[in-house]
């Protein structure tokens, strides 16, 4: 089965609590190690089933599966919805793009923009340069492979400016990716920059990790 994230969690990387400690504890990860983003909420555990439906939207040609994961982080991710932010998806490498037909995280903001009545803004941050898979790199090299892989062109700068941004994506693993595009659209004039994602991998949300704070 899917397992819903829900409180109590991290305020800010939205990672689950074994116990209460108070709307203000943050976890140990955010506290080590502050996102270049206000906040983050995913819909549900990486689990093995969250694995399968993931799979079939981003490689199994099921675009149509966008609908039912965005009326999920629709639920989860309600607090990031307020004060009219665009939405912007994980955008792929033109090459990357061609090969799959399509981009899973713009399916799953445009899915999300018509449940929560928000603008989509694809073409706001742009990945530079191809970037290996994530899949199966240590954290450590999955940062060193998306380091300085995203940009905000000059044009989309100008319609970002002063704007509120919640980032979409499909899995969170170690954060690297979410960290690179946050951290370039921030740059570029964002006032708030949050994230939004489908499924967290169990190894950063584990209840077994103490809050601290």
């Given at each position: 089965l899917l397992r819903p994230i829900s409180a109590p969690f991290c305020p800010v990387l939205g990672l689950p609590f074994e116990v209460p400690?108070?709307?203000e504890a943050r976890s140990a990860e955010a506290i080590a190690?502050?996102?270049p983003f206000d906040r983050a909420r995913s819909a549900v555990l990486y689990n093995e089933v969250a694995r399968k439906l993931v799979s079939r939207l981003k490689y199994g040609d099921r675009p149509e599966l966008?609908?039912?994961c965005a009326r999920l982080m629709h639920g989860a991710g309600r607090e990031l919805w307020a004060g009219d932010p665009v939405l912007v998806p994980v955008p792929l490498h033109r090459t990357r793009l061609f090969e799959r037909r399509y981009n899973q995280s713009a399916e799953l903001a445009r899915a999300l923009g018509r449940l929560a009545g928000l603008r989509v803004e694809p073409g706001l941050v742009r990945r530079t340069r191809p970037t290996r898979r994530q899949v199966g790199l240590s954290a450590d090299a999955r940062q060193r492979n998306v380091a300085g892989a995203f940009a905000v062109p000059a044009e989309a700068a100008l319609r970002l400016g002063g704007r509120r941004v919640v980032i979409v994506?499909?899995?969170?693993?170690?954060?690297s990716t979410l960290r690179?595009?946050?951290?370039?659209?921030?740059?570029?004039?964002a006032t708030s920059v949050q994230r939004a994602a489908v499924a967290t991998t169990p190894a950063l949300a584990s209840p077994l990790r103490r809050p601290s704070g």
């Open positions: 400690l108070g709307p190690d502050p996102p966008a609908r039912l994506d499909d899995v969170v693993t170690t954060g690179s595009a946050a951290a370039a659209l921030g740059a570029a004039g």
